[in-house]
């Protein structure tokens, strides 16, 4: 269980669209999303409770746990061809056993087949950028919920004094500690 949650662990997605790769781009924009990382330790559900290993029946049984848990899996999958054009989400780092892959920067474009570790909302962004079959090899499945109240309540409380102190020019120390505090 702890060497599939370190296969399946990825960082954000950075990555550039290769159709633009090369040329010089005017009046881009971009949005911070301000206290972002707060808002993901509060409002997402998360696995609560010990794993479950999970023997997955049939499509139907590996859609309900989906559905209702969150799950860790190892999944092979086969025929995988892009389907969004552009953006390749799937690292070829984290892909196992690639037959025949074509690779963007990185990225997984195609193959045959591969094996990669993922939890339930991973595969439901793999179903929306690639077609492809898979086969279920391993599958943990945990309660879900949010995190404990105490620690919500220290989040709200660090988040509330960060934002208190953000625009008085006179506690910048206690704004940069409150900061500090809540990342």
């Known amino acids: 269980e702890f060497l599939l949650l370190r296969w399946s662990f990825m960082g954000g997605f950075t990555h550039t669209a290769h159709e633009k790769v090369g040329k010089v781009w005017y009046?881009?924009?971009?949005?911070?999303?301000?206290?972002?990382?707060?808002?993901?330790?509060?409002?997402?559900?998360?696995?609560?409770?010990?794993?479950?290993?999970?023997?997955?029946?049939?499509?139907?049984?590996?859609?309900?746990?989906?559905?209702?848990?969150?799950?860790?899996?190892?999944?092979?999958l086969y025929n995988v061809k892009e389907t969004f054009g552009f953006e390749h989400i799937l690292s070829q780092s984290k892909c196992k056993n690639l037959v025949n892959p074509v690779v963007d920067n990185g990225r997984l474009v195609s193959c045959e087949s591969c094996e990669v570790a993922i939890n339930e909302i991973d595969f439901e962004m793999l179903e929306k950028f690639y077609s492809f079959d898979y086969e279920v090899i391993t599958l943990w499945r945990y309660w879900r919920g949010y995190l404990p109240k105490e620690f919500v309540t220290t989040v709200i409380d660090l988040f509330w004094k960060k934002q208190v102190y953000k625009y008085d020019p006179e506690m910048v120390v206690e704004f940069m500690q409150s900061k500090s505090d809540l990342n």
Do not use: W
């Not at 590996?62 to 092979?76: A, D, E």
């Open 27 to 76: 009046d881009v924009a971009s949005q911070d999303f301000t206290s972002s990382y707060p808002y993901c330790l509060l409002l997402p559900i998360y696995p609560i409770s010990k794993g479950e290993l999970v023997e997955i029946k049939d499509d139907a049984h590996f859609r309900r746990c989906m559905k209702n848990y969150c799950c860790l899996m190892n999944l092979k």
